[in-house]
């Protein structure tokens, strides 16, 4: 029997017609494992994961190697991104048993849940020096059977192991100049001065690491600093990971020149990365930045938005294309009903380029976006981009190609999406939103981050402040909040804050960090990634290493040194120092890792600023002095308006106007400039 068509996760949804008998994750799954005294197949993988659905078709949909699963073992399925917990916990016993992770995620556990035998993909027969699925399955079952005494050794060694690690780097001082100047060295030894980005093949979108650097830039004046991210921003969005078509990002490229792309596209990339554009205009003007930041921002919400006001968790690698074509990609224009092929909603053949634009524009949109008779991609298909060599192109007919090649794009077979509404997900799409909003005089995208953030307060969070995971459907899902969910909802409702003018997002910021400082922080400092009341696990998870998206650790860090700003609670502030200690250890040890501590840590260096602008709203030197504030490049700024002595911020309080005008009053350490009323001395302040 298979339990999953119940579930309110996609990922799981795709597997509730497979033969396999599969639970979720919960105590009925290891009753039954304890009751039938066999070993649980934990399967962990994720909506949007090209591999996971390989696997699934080759093994999971396989009636032979469904009855061997289902005689010997009980099926369990997790989705990662509704349980991070799960994953992070038998990731980090993946990874040091066999030196790599990744997904899916295979582990074979005890009924007790320990793990005793890891993989991750694994294919139908022999391949690659990889044994087959089925030939594990029957090396696991006879290992079971009959040397169960070996089996339960390991999984006590294992689990004894993952116990014994901790973290002993809160408490350590605070992040300095050194540090910062450290880490800033560590990255320009790994940057890749050609290509952009930091490292080799695949090349992962660095969004943290390049808010860093342009904090860094802003608080010292590094030009260095300035460059690699301004380079790697232009890299990217002239590479294949950036849809030209479409805007918005695709997970990373397989390449180091960031042509080729794993074609999924998740929410968390694009709403890191459309702030890092945004960011990076206010730091430079660059049309290019510009441009970015409101396509991601519109790609958001055209793409992932949901009926409810949310914004879904991705799009998958994989599209339809029609069966019976000798070439699997080329009939992708007209729609698809045969099989999944990875990319094919987003390449192009010249030939396809011809039948949309006609000979003499596909011969300029091929030279333009890079489209060669061989392909960059497979099968002869091509990723657009737009490769430096191209030159100048008139910029009308580009208009017009793209339009049209968008249009045409249309009327292929989608990608699937994945519908969940991830809580901490929304809050970094909130923040970006609310912010390029902000910046570029898009009220449409304020209002956007302002039904998402209605959303989690109305069906994420419970009376007492606590947080669920996901949602679905308007439907709430079982799981609860974990760290960067209490942490990246509350950045974003601190934005929001900022923007609209409204204190109420600074409340619902203060009941959250206040659930962080009681329920994930250790008497040292430290931080975990699920509440102290939280289901226990083999372990409890925590790690401060920002990977994909910023840590539940440096994510909460930065979210309470804004949240202390704003309201001088001391009680924040010490909690935000306390969990920047790990920056102070890591930072130059490790800054490709640590990107979004270290720029956090930049905000500590300036201490934050606190600005407070009082005026009447309509007034315009009250709209420009705002305006001002909001583009200041000052490393974790907060901004408060609203009239003199409101109650909706703190900051407002004994804020008079100054000579009957509109002022702004900034504050830095302890220490108030005197208000100015001059947009102009703003800015040179800032």
């Not at 992932?304 to 074509?325: C, H, I, K, Y």
């Not at 705002?626 to 907060?638: H, I, N, S, Y």
Request: proline fraction near 6%; include cysteine; charge should be negative.
């Amino acid at each position: 029997m298979n339990r999953l068509a119940g579930t309110t996760s996609p990922y799981l949804l795709q597997h509730a017609d497979n033969p396999v008998d599969w639970w979720p994750w919960g105590p009925e799954a290891f009753a039954e494992a304890k009751r039938r005294d066999v070993p649980v197949l934990l399967s962990v993988g994720y909506s949007a994961c090209h591999w996971c659905h390989v696997m699934a078709h080759e093994s999971f949909e396989d009636e032979a190697v469904a009855a061997l699963v289902n005689e010997h073992f009980v099926a369990v399925k997790v989705d990662r991104e509704e349980r991070p917990d799960v994953d992070a916990v038998y990731m980090e016993a993946v990874q040091a048993a066999t030196g790599h992770g990744g997904w899916p995620m295979t582990v074979f556990l005890t009924p007790d849940a320990a793990p005793f035998y890891f993989g991750t993909y694994f294919p139908p027969e022999p391949r690659h020096g990889m044994p087959s699925f089925s030939e594990v399955l029957d090396g696991v079952r006879a290992a079971w059977a009959e040397r169960r005494g070996e089996v339960d050794e390991v999984a006590d060694r294992i689990v004894k192991e993952l116990a014994g690690r901790s973290l002993a780097v809160a408490g350590d001082g605070l992040p300095g100049e050194e540090e910062s100047a450290a880490a800033l060295l560590g990255l320009t030894r790994e940057y890749d001065a050609t290509r952009g980005g930091f490292g080799g093949a695949p090349k992962f979108p660095p969004s943290m690491v390049l808010e860093f650097l342009l904090r860094h830039h802003a608080r010292t004046g590094s030009e260095g600093a300035l460059q690699m991210a301004a380079d790697t921003c232009e890299a990217m969005a002239r590479g294949g990971i950036y849809d030209q078509l479409g805007g918005g990002f695709a997970r990373y490229a397989v390449d180091r020149e960031w042509v080729v792309p794993h074609f999924e596209k998740m929410l968390y990339d694009n709403a890191l990365l459309c702030r890092v554009y945004a960011h990076l205009w206010r730091a430079t003007g660059s049309d290019l930045a510009r441009r970015v930041a409101l396509e991601t921002a519109d790609f958001m919400v055209r793409e992932l938005r949901t009926p409810e006001g949310g914004f879904a968790s991705a799009l998958d690698a994989d599209s339809a294309v029609e069966d019976g074509s000798g070439h699997p990609l080329a009939e992708g224009l007209g729609g698809g009903s045969g099989r999944h092929v990875e990319g094919a909603y987003y390449v192009w053949t010249p030939a396809q380029l011809e039948e949309v634009l006609g000979a003499d524009d596909a011969a300029l949109a091929a030279a333009h976006y890079g489209v060669t008779e061989d392909g960059t991609f497979e099968h002869g298909t091509s990723v657009l981009r737009l490769p430096r060599e191209a030159g100048p192109a008139d910029a009308g007919r580009i208009a017009s190609i793209r339009t049209r090649l968008h249009a045409a794009r249309e009327r292929r077979a989608r990608p699937g999406r994945d519908d969940k509404v991830v809580a901490a997900w929304n809050g970094l799409a909130i923040a970006a939103l609310a912010e390029t909003g902000a910046l570029f005089d898009r009220p449409d995208l304020i209002e956007r981050a302002t039904e998402a953030a209605d959303l989690l307060v109305r069906l994420h969070l419970d009376d007492g402040g606590r947080l669920t995971r996901t949602s679905k459907d308007g439907r709430a899902g079982a799981n609860a909040g974990v760290l960067e969910d209490y942490a990246d909802v509350a950045e974003g409702f601190l934005a929001l804050a900022a923007v609209t003018g409204e204190g109420a997002w600074l409340d619902f910021a203060g009941v959250l960090l206040d659930i962080v400082l009681d329920r994930f922080t250790a008497e040292d400092g430290a931080l975990y990634d699920t509440a102290h009341d939280a289901e226990a696990l083999i372990r409890r998870p925590q790690d401060p290493t920002d990977n994909a998206t910023p840590s539940g650790w440096t994510a909460a860090a930065g979210a309470l040194l804004s949240y202390a700003a704003h309201t001088g609670s001391q009680a924040h502030r010490a909690a935000a120092e306390g969990a920047l200690g790990v920056v102070k250890a890591l930072g130059p040890r490790a800054p490709r890792f640590i990107g979004w501590g270290l720029a956090v840590a930049e905000a500590l260096l300036d201490g934050p600023r606190e600005i407070a602008v009082v005026g009447n709203a309509v007034d315009p030197v009250f709209q420009e002095l705002r305006r001002t504030a909001l583009r200041a490049t000052t490393p974790g700024a907060v901004l408060a308006a609203g009239t003199p002595d409101s109650e909706e911020f703190p900051l407002l309080r004994g804020r008079p106007l100054v000579a009957g005008s509109a002022a702004a009053y900034v504050c830095r350490h302890f220490t108030c400039d005197a208000p100015v009323t001059d947009p102009a001395e703003l800015r040179a302040r800032l």
